[in-house]
């Protein structure tokens, strides 16, 4: 089986061969089938069932498991990932010897959006910091 961390190095790798095979629509739509068939059925019902607090409780335990370097917050209902150090996008710009997908952080994008707004929330992604494996997320009522 592979580890997580030799997983971070793969996923980027596949990101990167999908585009050459099938474009950046290809990516897209490899995103959207993990959104839909992953992503949507966890974080999905821990929205249903608990409102904007399911995603402080979905991510609360995903970043654990991942030992990211964040701040979450909920309040008045917002909430707010402030990822200070992503464990992910830290390895890949880490590792001298590869090129990471241009737009790895475009899936937790797509993945994520993809479920919420649909549930009637608002998502802000910003992706600003990723060069420093930074961006923060807010997710709010619409």
């Given amino acids: 089986m592979i580890s997580c961390t030799e997983f971070i190095y793969s996923y980027s790798e596949l990101f990167k ?31 249903h069932a608990d409102g904007i607090e399911g995603c402080y409780k979905y991510w609360a335990k995903a970043l654990s498991e991942e030992a ?34 241009h737009n790895y952080c475009g899936h937790c994008d797509l993945l994520y959006r993809r479920v919420l707004e649909p549930l009637g929330l608002k998502y802000d992604y910003d992706m600003s910091g990723t060069a420093n494996a930074q961006c923060k997320l807010t997710i709010s009522k619409k």
């Fill in 17 to 47: 061969f999908i585009e050459k095979r099938e474009g950046e629509q290809g990516v897209k739509t490899y995103w959207e089938h993990i959104s839909d068939n992953y992503v949507a059925p966890r974080l999905g019902e821990c929205v």
């Fill in 68 to 101: 990211a370097d964040f701040t979450m917050t909920l309040d008045n209902d917002i909430f707010v990932i402030d990822m200070h150090h992503c464990p992910s996008k830290g390895r890949l710009l880490d590792k001298k010897n590869m090129e990471p997908y």
